[in-house]
């Protein structure tokens, strides 16, 4: 698998807002944490709300603050910017992900200074991807310029093919020499 292709992008990009769709999000930055530390779960057949005690297998809660700080991080690289803040929040045993979490989390690996391979190469395919997108435009714009003018196909194909019959060696010639006869075998 290559980095940066358009359609492992959009594959990327498709899984990153499906795994950010189980995201619990609720409450607010200024709300108290409830001290009791509790959990709503819903009947799965009767659909009653109740609750009970938090257990570490329950999914971390993030407040509207956090979600939307969250959203600035491009979304192919959302998924793991999350997973990395949860990870953060389960080790030092917090459940509800403010912006004051993201804020020591990120202290956190400044200090440590160190980023997870897996970090690292999520932030090299986006910004292979914003190469691929700012290369897209011109590119785009230079097949439009050649087909106004008429071309049709490439000529660099025909000039490889052509310079295979050439009988210049070019190392032994000038420039000037080897320009002329590369002119005169294109004609």
Do not use: Y
């Not at 950010?20 to 530390?37: F, I």
């Not at 009970?52 to 491009?74: F, G, H, K, M, N």
């Amino acid at each position: 698998m290559g980095i940066g292709t358009a359609e492992e992008l959009a594959l990327a990009e498709l899984k990153a807002q499906e795994q950010l769709q189980a995201t619990k999000v609720q409450g607010h930055d200024a709300d108290p944490e409830r001290a009791d530390s509790t959990v709503d779960v819903k009947c799965p057949v009767t659909g009653v709300v109740s609750q009970r005690a938090r257990v570490a297998t329950d999914p971390i809660v993030w407040t509207e603050e956090a979600w939307a700080r969250l959203q600035l991080v491009p979304l192919v690289a959302r998924p793991l910017a999350r997973n990395t803040v949860e990870r953060f929040a389960r080790n030092h045993g917090i459940w509800r992900v403010t912006t004051g979490v993201m804020d020591d989390n990120k202290q956190a690996m400044i200090e440590a200074d160190e980023f997870d391979v897996e970090t690292m190469m999520v932030m090299f395919t986006e910004l292979r991807a914003k190469q691929i997108r700012a290369e897209t435009g011109s590119l785009q714009a230079f097949i439009e310029e050649a087909k106004a003018q008429g071309i049709t196909r490439c000529p660099i194909r025909d000039i490889e093919d052509k310079l295979g019959k050439c009988p210049v060696d070019f190392r032994g010639v000038k420039p000037e020499e080897a320009k002329a006869a590369v002119e005169k075998l294109l004609q």
